[in-house]
């Protein structure tokens, strides 16, 4: 079983910067493409950054591209988001996701689909102020 835990979340001033982590366990982490989603209150869930099993390439929404910087490490089973230079339209829950195809070659035409995903945690709340 899939298990995800988020961590690093908090509250921080627009301009400033916040690390998020993300643990997982119950899988071949370095088979599987990785993903982070966020959500804010009334809004669908939306693909924020990916990162490809083997980590050398990586995708962002527009929203985020020049800013956010996703890496993993395959020997501690962990990828991370680095953010910066935050915006208060960044504040919402961030999630990581494991993509439930393993060595896949297609994560770079699919990578914004979240049923594509799995291994959904409890997620990690970011705010924004301004």
């Known amino acids: 079983q899939v298990q995800l835990v988020e961590s690093g979340g908090g509250v921080v001033q627009a301009g400033g910067s916040l690390r998020l982590s993300c643990a997982a366990s119950?899988?071949?982490?370095?088979?599987?493409?990785m993903g982070w989603f966020r959500q804010a209150p009334g809004m669908e869930r939306e693909f924020v950054a990916g990162?490809?099993?083997?980590?050398?390439?990586?995708y962002y929404s527009d929203a985020v591209k020049d800013r956010f910087a996703v890496t993993r490490d395959n020997v501690k089973n962990t990828v991370s988001l680095q953010m910066n230079s935050l915006k208060p339209e960044d504040t919402g829950v961030y999630y990581c996701?494991?993509?439930?195809?393993?060595?896949?070659?297609?994560?770079?035409?699919?990578?914004?689909?979240?049923?594509?995903?799995?291994?959904w945690g409890q997620g990690t709340q970011v705010t924004v102020s301004s």
């Open positions: 119950g899988l071949t982490f370095s088979s599987h493409a």
């Open positions: 996701a494991a993509y439930r195809t393993p060595n896949s070659q297609f994560y770079d035409s699919n990578y914004k689909n979240h049923l594509a995903y799995e291994g």
């Open positions: 990162i490809s099993w083997r980590g050398g390439e990586s």
